[in-house]
T-cell receptor, first 117, second 115 residues
Framework: GAVVSQHPSRVICKSGTSVKIECRSLDFQATTMFWYRQFPKKSLMLMATSNEGSKATYEQGVEKDKFLINHASLTLSTLTVTSAHPEDSSFYIC?????????????FGPGTRLTVL | AQTVTQSQPEMSVQEAETVTLSCTYDTSESDYYLFWYKQPPSRQMILVIRQEAYKQQNATENRFSVNFQKAAKSFSLKISDSQLGDAAMYFCAYRRYNQGGKLIFGQGTELSVKP
């Protein structure tokens, strides 16, 4: 099946710094990728929809200037947490649907655990 | 707005037995997809089963099957012959037919399997 990777798998940073998380579709092209946030023992909360070559669409309540999303190619989307604070500590997951298949199936990355000290 | 509700935060089943996880959803759409995802301790999301709303026949994947009741907006997952490896968080998810893949997840059910 299709594979989605995320890098890094975990990151620890100091408060006030920025952190970039990469999401790659390894064996297929993804016009659209999705970024989710998950707290321990909780569900996945959609943060934004990343569209190749255009601006991301953010869900209500998600700060666009804090969570910068770039989808520069059909295989790569990045999420940058700017000026991170301890409350941004969470598990971030991306997913991608294969272009041209009506996004019937979402393939999920393994997630990135962010800890902000 | 569409919502997905899983009313069972935790469930437990004996190995080799059968367990059913509940899911209800609310939508005014007629065409949509429903999914069950498994999230083991590794946190990797794994698709278990998928159901298209226009199909009356319940989806089945090996030991996993669903009971899809469109009028009642219910989508339960049955796991037969439970195995230790089935222990995980299970999420029910909804997607509109033409909404570009955006998934709406339920709160999740943590399933434990007793040997």
């Amino acid at each position: 099946g299709a594979v989605v990777s995320q890098h890094p798998s975990r990151v620890i940073c100091k408060s006030g710094t920025s952190v970039k998380i990469e999401c790659r579709s390894l064996d297929f092209q993804a016009t659209t990728m999705f970024w989710y946030r998950q707290f321990p023992k909780k569900s996945l909360m959609l943060m934004a929809t990343s569209n190749e070559g255009s601006k991301a669409t953010y869900e209500q309540g998600v700060e666009k200037d804090k969570f910068l999303i770039n989808h520069a190619s059909l295989t790569l989307s990045t999420l940058t947490v700017t000026s991170a604070h301890p409350e941004d500590s969470s598990f971030y997951i991306c997913s991608a649907g294969e272009s041209g298949r009506r996004l019937d199936t979402q393939y999920f990355g393994p997630g990135t655990r962010l800890t902000v000290l | 707005a569409q919502t997905v509700t899983q009313s069972q935060p935790e469930m437990s089943v004996q190995e080799a037995e059968t367990v059913t996880l509940s899911c209800t959803y609310d939508t005014s759409e007629s065409d949509y997809y429903l999914f069950w995802y498994k999230q083991p301790p590794s946190r990797q999301m794994i698709l278990v089963i998928r159901q298209e709303a226009y199909k009356q026949q319940n989806a089945t994947e090996n030991r996993f099957s669903v009971n899809f009741q469109k009028a009642a907006k219910s989508f339960s997952l049955k796991i037969s012959d439970s195995q230790l490896g089935d222990a995980a968080m299970y999420f029910c998810a909804y997607r509109r037919y033409n909404q570009g893949g955006k998934l709406i997840f339920g709160q999740g059910t943590e399933l434990s399997v007793k040997p």
